[in-house]
């Protein structure tokens, strides 16, 4: 079975370009999260989508977006780019099953570079 | 969620037990222990959680405090794919989505 995969491997771009990253979840996960994993900050929540829906978001600014579509793939999308905004982007999907932890399943990221 | 407290780094033989800590002392009742890890150039891995009672899998033990104010990870028998960074935090068990927030967790080496 394919795990969570993450598109494009690498990417630089430079400030105050629009990057988008895209993720697909495993088979059959409706829900997608995404991650901000800068240098020595740790791993901080971004977004989270479900059905299509955005069910909640991490404390960063709204030029941090994204959506999901249809077949539960997602993108993020993020705008007017920072130097600080040069990380490591995880993605992760998971079920939703009522009353029991859902364990997220993570990509293996893209590494967006701001110059 | 509470905040955890974990060494910055540890060593360990390779095909030894790798015994990683964690302080949780502001826990609270409804919140499990839940441990992950990050390969180097690799997305996180979930390995175990527990509330209070020791828990087992195929890849590690979690042994809980009776207090439940630290716990500690057991890898039983370390390879040297076992180094990585491990991340315990503490959360409550919550179906309207598991944001996760990881701090700096623990570096282990494992040494041939």
């Known amino acids: 079975e394919a795990g969570v995969t993450q598109s494009p491997t690498h990417l630089i771009k430079t400030r105050g370009q629009q990057a988008t990253l895209r993720c697909s979840p495993i088979?059959?996960?409706?829900?997608v999260y995404w991650y901000q994993q800068a240098l020595g900050l740790g791993l901080q929540f971004l977004l989270w989508?479900?059905?299509?829906?955005?069910?909640n978001r991490g404390n960063f600014p709204p030029r941090f977006s994204g959506r999901q579509f249809p077949n539960y793939s997602s993108e993020l999308n993020v705008n007017a780019l920072e130097l600080e905004d040069s990380a490591l982007y995880l993605c992760?999907?998971?079920?939703?099953?009522?009353?029991?932890?859902?364990?997220?399943?993570f990509g293996p990221g893209t590494r967006l570079t701001v110059l | 969620d509470a905040k955890t407290t974990q060494p910055p780094s540890m060593d360990c033989a390779e095909g030894r037990a790798a015994n990683l800590p964690c302080n949780h002392s502001?826990?609270?009742?409804?919140?499990?222990v839940y441990w992950y890890r990050q390969i180097h150039s690799q997305g996180p891995q979930y390995i175990i959680h527990?509330?209070?009672n020791n828990e087992t899998n195929e890849m590690a033990s979690l042994i809980i405090t009776e207090d439940r104010k630290s716990s500690t990870l057991i890898l039983p028998h370390a390879t040297l794919r076992d180094t990585a960074v491990y991340y315990c935090?503490?959360?409550?068990?919550?179906?309207?989505?598991?944001?996760?927030?990881f701090g700096g967790g623990t570096r282990l080496m494992v040494k041939p």
């Open positions: 992760a999907s998971s079920f939703i099953v009522l009353l029991s932890y859902n364990e997220q399943f």
């Open positions: 088979s059959g996960h409706t829900s």
């Open positions: 989508y479900d059905e299509g829906e955005e069910r």
């Open positions: 502001t826990i609270s009742g409804n919140e499990y």
């Open positions: 527990g509330l209070k």
């Open positions: 935090i503490v959360r409550v068990l919550n179906n309207a989505g598991n944001m996760l927030t």
